[in-house]
């Protein structure tokens, strides 16, 4: 097939995913009819051939740089919103462009382009290799697709699902929820797919291509009494088919939301201060992810901001904690493949019975660190550099049993699931809103709780963690997304219920002001 350029092929595609939006009966996303399983997709359908990939790469060591990788993408997505008891929107946008990256040290050159050609390729090149200021370096003489496993694979492909199939999964939503509680006053529901291919050609020989689907169905609650107003929501999703999306899922999906709205109600403000926090399973990971987690990234600890950056080998946890960074839990929002600079897919141990064994790395910090590259080099987009960045990360489950961990607090608040947090990578010190919680009182879960924050550093956290439940929880969600250094990028996460014996919490002082 000749090469197109992007302009040329973004009209042809945007009219037919208009025209697909508003035709009854056409499928929607028929513009991309190639199979899920299609190798050599970018050959096939932009003209992207070894020859030319060698010739980029070549352009992009001219200078002398230690390496350099192509970063081809080609991603569709599309989103169908409810409101009002209606699908008031229905929109669609396409990604297509190539990212040239060349390395000499810790430094990189990046340039990109939109146009799938071979003089605006090398023109991007040339920007990348302007980091290096020596001889000239020669790419590997051939390429060797890489045998990748598939965590996430796709039967059907996304863009082939007609978009009269999308519109039951928000109405049946609305619907169930309005049914739930006669308190519902206004529901929004959204349902986005993403597919994703990508294709990783490096200046050691190395190709990779991957097919990345990502879905979520997320529902968003008002609800109503006496003149006061509750919001709350609920998503789920992951690197999922469209058949995951079933009857049961869209209730129980609505069951939650309308649930987790309603409950607010006769929600009060615990006590401020030092008390025992017990962290709920699944979703209360973002805490393990935002607070300890990016502290053990290997650019924040190659650069001496962690507080985990001479901690390898070192006790940072209780020997019953063990926490896992995972690109092959299968559909999880997280899982790679392959990551964005072709190492397959992998589990990384990052402390293990409570010494900090690993740190997750892309290939530049491994190359400082002496290490294999663990499969984190991510980045947002084709626009964006790789950093090392989280897949899955999730603690271990433990000993005890969920019950023991409640009946071991004589005062102190459960949190089910936390949002707006603020974190200084560095240190470590954060602040998240308990959106869903309740107290815990000689023992046993009883008001729930609201309007109150929990205040800590992760460091400290972890290692003020004394308990750990057997009742591992991966967070079920699609919608979340995980920010550093300006991109984006989706992760997943899963903790079991655990103790930490003293956490800060601001809610009601003790004489009865607001915290």
Not at 35 to 48: M, N, S, V
Request: aromatic residues 8%.
């Amino acid at each position: 097939m000749k090469i197109i350029t992007r302009r040329t092929f973004l009209k042809t595609t945007g009219k037919a995913a208009i025209a697909a939006a508003t035709v009854p009966g056409l499928p929607w996303g028929w513009y991309n009819l190639a199979r899920a399983e299609q190798p050599a997709y970018f050959e096939a359908e932009f003209g992207i051939t070894d020859k030319l990939c060698q010739k980029v790469l070549a352009a992009a060591l001219s200078k002398g740089g230690d390496f350099a990788d192509l970063y081809f993408e080609h991603t569709i997505r599309n989103w169908v919103l409810l409101e009002d008891g209606i699908v008031n929107r229905a929109y669609s946008d396409v990604v297509l462009g190539v990212g040239i990256r060349t390395v000499k040290g810790d430094q990189v050159g990046y340039g990109f382009t939109q146009e799938l050609a071979e003089k605006p390729m090398l023109n991007a090149a040339s920007i990348a290799a302007t980091i290096a200021e020596a001889k000239a370096k020669k790419p590997a003489g051939k390429l060797m697709p890489m045998k990748l496993k598939n965590y996430y694979p796709l039967k059907k492909l996304l863009t082939s699902v007609p978009l009269e199939s999308r519109l039951p999964l928000v109405q049946s939503v609305n619907d169930k929820c309005f049914s739930l509680s006669p308190l519902v006053a206004k529901v929004s529901a959204g349902f986005h797919d993403e597919q994703k291919r990508i294709l990783v050609v490096t200046s050691d020989g190395a190709k990779a291509e991957d097919l990345l689907p990502k879905t979520y169905l997320y529902a968003s609650v008002v609800a109503e009494k006496n003149g006061k107003r509750e919001r709350a929501g609920w998503n789920f999703g992951g690197r999922r088919e469209f058949s995951y999306y079933t009857k049961a899922l869209r209730d129980e999906l609505a069951t939650i939301a309308v649930n987790r709205a309603v409950i607010l109600f006769d929600a009060v403000q615990p006590p401020a201060g030092e008390m025992p926090v017990v962290l709920g399973p699944g979703v209360t990971a973002v805490l393990l992810h935002e607070a300890i987690g990016h502290g053990m990234e290997a650019d924040f600890n190659r650069k001496k901001i962690s507080t985990y950056a001479t901690m390898i080998g070192k006790k940072v946890a209780e020997p019953f904690v063990t926490i896992i960074d995972d690109g092959t839990n299968p559909n999880m929002l997280g899982s790679l493949n392959v990551d964005d600079e072709g190492t397959p897919g992998q589990r990384t141990v990052l402390v293990d019975n409570g010494i900090l064994t690993s740190y997750m790395h892309d290939k530049i910090s491994a190359k400082h660190y002496k290490v294999k590259p663990t499969g984190n080099g991510r980045r947002q987009s084709y626009q964006h550099y790789v950093q090392p960045r989280m897949r899955n990360t999730y603690m271990e489950a433990g000993p005890a049993a969920p019950e023991d961990v409640i009946k071991s607090v004589k005062k102190g608040i459960y949190v089910q699931d936390v949002s707006n947090g603020q974190v200084k990578i560095g240190e470590g010190d954060f602040a998240f809103y308990v959106s869903q919680g309740k107290m815990v009182e000689n023992g046993k879960l009883t008001a729930p709780i609201k309007d109150i924050n929990i205040m800590g550093n992760g460091p400290k956290m972890l290692q003020n963690t004394t308990m750990l439940a057997n009742d591992l929880k991966m967070n079920q969600g699609g919608a979340g997304y995980c920010g550093k250094g300006g991109q984006a990028v989706p992760c997943g996460f899963g903790m079991p219920t655990a103790l930490v014996k003293s956490m800060t919490v601001g809610g009601v002082r003790a004489r009865g002001g607001r915290g």
